[in-house]
């Protein structure tokens, strides 16, 4: 079983500030997979990161998998209430039994 | 687009009582999941199944039961309900996860309270 370990786990801040959290384990992955909980609802895939060091963006939302493909970090520019929720990183492919994080719940304050 | 339907929505249950949660997927996905979320721990997973007719355990499978006997389907049975079950079910369903980062669907969640 993968472990991963997400910080911090809740994160408070006002509309228009930016923030990053951060998905670490001790294992190596072939890639890493960001979702997004609403509250009352099921999670929804954000974004995988396959190579070691790459950098994705959506919108204001940046992720990046580190040069160990051990770590990955998920930041947010300008917050906007929107973005409120659970965010959860997942093993990508190459498991059966997946292991979700713990997630960092966020909620923007407008 | 169904995608992954979850039935019932709510349901209450006394201690004892049993009762068997539905997921149902329109998408011919081959591997379905079940977890388990409570505050502040995450999604745990229960059960999981990479095919018609097969299921394993996850991290948390006790006091659980699982068949996966049409591909669309997979059903969580609790046959003796206790309160520490009561949480939000998930079930997820994706194409592959064996070789390729094909992402879990999930359902909108059971919420189930036992007392």
């Known amino acids: 079983t993968q472990l991963l370990e997400q910080s911090p786990q809740f994160l408070s801040i006002q509309e228009g500030e930016n923030l990053t959290v951060y998905c670490n384990s001790s294992?190596?992955?072939?890639?890493l997979q960001w979702y997004r909980q609403e509250p009352g609802e099921g999670p929804v895939l954000l974004v995988t990161v396959v190579t070691g060091g790459e950098v994705k963006k959506l919108k204001r939302l940046t992720f990046q998998f580190g040069d160990a493909r051990k770590d990955s970090s998920l930041h947010i520019t300008a917050a906007q209430p929107g973005d409120t929720g659970l965010y959860l990183c997942a093993p990508g492919g190459g498991y059966q039994k997946v292991t979700f994080g713990t997630g960092t719940k966020l909620q923007v304050i407008p | 687009n169904a995608g992954v339907t979850q039935t019932p929505k709510f349901r209450v249950l006394k201690t004892g009582q049993s009762m068997t949660l539905l997921c149902a997927q329109d998408?011919?996905?081959?591997?379905m999941y079940w977890y388990r979320q409570d505050p502040g721990m995450g999604l745990r997973l229960i059960h999981y199944?990479?095919?018609?007719?097969?299921?394993a355990k996850g991290e948390v499978p006790d006091g659980y039961n699982v068949s996966r006997l049409k591909k669309q389907n997979f059903l969580l049975g609790l046959e003796s309900a206790a309160p520490s079950q009561t949480s939000v079910y998930f079930c997820?369903?994706?194409?592959?996860?064996?070789?390729?980062?094909?992402?879990?669907?999930f359902g909108d969640g059971t919420r189930l309270s036992i007392l």
């Open positions: 199944s990479v095919g018609e007719g097969t299921t």
């Open positions: 997820a369903s994706s194409l592959d996860r064996g070789y390729s980062n094909q992402p879990q669907h």
């Open positions: 294992s190596v992955f072939s890639s």
């Open positions: 998408m011919n996905h081959e591997y």
